[in-house]
């Protein structure tokens, strides 16, 4: 394996034609630059340059390794180029991460401002869960994802750190001709007789489970439907209710209304996962992700969802 160094010594004498005029263009004594070449020769099998009466030129393994060093030299200054453009927040790609409902209006809203502020940086984006989005980023797969405390707690890793972005409120989704579709606020106690629909399997503790308990009752049937699609569905067709988070509201249909509950505990807590030295365009996206969330206009009892009315996270 050539040093650089060396490389670049190599192409220096050839083109000054001169181990002294090439130790003076480089502060090197030429005594030095005759060693450096020497050592270079003999890693290379042997003499690179013919030593003439007034300097040196190239023989043919000198132009031959020549060539290599030029092509050498020029891939690396543009391989540093490129790096510090990219640790300007400039080119290159971003992975980012994000669990499903962030993907349905908080985070493409956020890349749509980052596609407009960076438009030299291409996107890879990645949903999964919470713990497997802090995992890649610990492995260095993703370079910044949106997480949620909920359902497992917010997860851990070495080399990833996590800021609060937002709190996600709980809301229930009502038929429009449910009798308490009109409400401001339900204490979920009236909805005890309801059938809720809701994609947790097993004994695996959920947050409804938690809220009606602390209610005073028990849901009276669960029906298990893994979409949202599939929930708001059954909901529409007045085959029961669901919890939604506000990050949601956005893919609400309109034959439905969103209502808040009288529980404050029915809200999760989301974050910004980053690695310990992050990329300057994943903190870029992190700014903007912050300016997406804003504190809670009004009711969302009895709106008709629409393209501009879907984030509801409130900003910490």
């Not at 005029?21 to 030095?32: G, V, W």
């Not at 300007?88 to 499903?100: C, M, Q």
């Amino acid at each position: 394996m050539f040093d650089i160094d060396a490389l670049r010594l190599l192409v220096a004498v050839a083109g000054a034609g001169s181990f002294t005029k090439a130790a003076a263009s480089l502060n090197y004594t030429q005594s030095a630059v005759s060693r450096r070449i020497a050592s270079l020769e003999e890693e290379a099998g042997g003499p690179l340059f013919e030593r003439l009466p007034r300097g040196v030129r190239l023989n043919p393994a000198g132009h031959a390794l020549y060539r290599h060093a030029v092509d050498v030299i020029d891939r690396l200054a543009r391989a540093e180029q490129e790096l510090a453009a990219l640790h300007r927040g400039h080119g290159g790609l971003l992975h980012v991460g994000a669990f499903p409902t962030a993907n349905i209006a908080l985070v493409p809203a956020a890349l749509r401002a980052f596609r407009q502020a960076r438009p030299d940086v291409e996107i890879i984006a990645v949903e999964g869960r919470s713990g497997t989005l802090t995992a890649r980023l610990a492995d260095g797969a993703l370079d910044l994802a949106v997480v949620s405390d909920y359902p497992s707690g917010l997860f851990y890793a070495d080399g990833v750190t996590t800021t609060p972005l937002c709190e996600d409120e709980l809301l229930v989704a009502l038929p429009r001709e449910h009798r308490l579709a009109g409400a401001e606020r339900i204490d979920l106690f009236e909805l005890r007789d309801e059938t809720w629909l809701q994609d947790a399997y097993g004994d695996r503790p959920t947050m409804l489970a938690d809220a009606c308990a602390r209610a005073g009752f028990a849901p009276r049937k669960i029906v298990r439907i893994a979409e949202w699609t599939g929930k708001l569905g059954y909901v529409a067709a007045g085959l029961g209710v669901a919890l939604v988070p506000s990050l949601a509201a956005w893919a609400v249909p309109e034959e439905l209304v969103l209502a808040r509950l009288t529980d404050p505990a029915l809200r999760r807590s989301l974050h910004i996962a980053l690695p310990v030295k992050p990329l300057a365009a994943a903190l870029t996206l992190r700014d903007l992700l912050h300016s997406h969330t804003a504190p809670d206009s009004g009711s969302a009892s009895g709106r008709r969802r629409g393209a501009g009315d879907g984030l509801r996270c409130q900003g910490r």
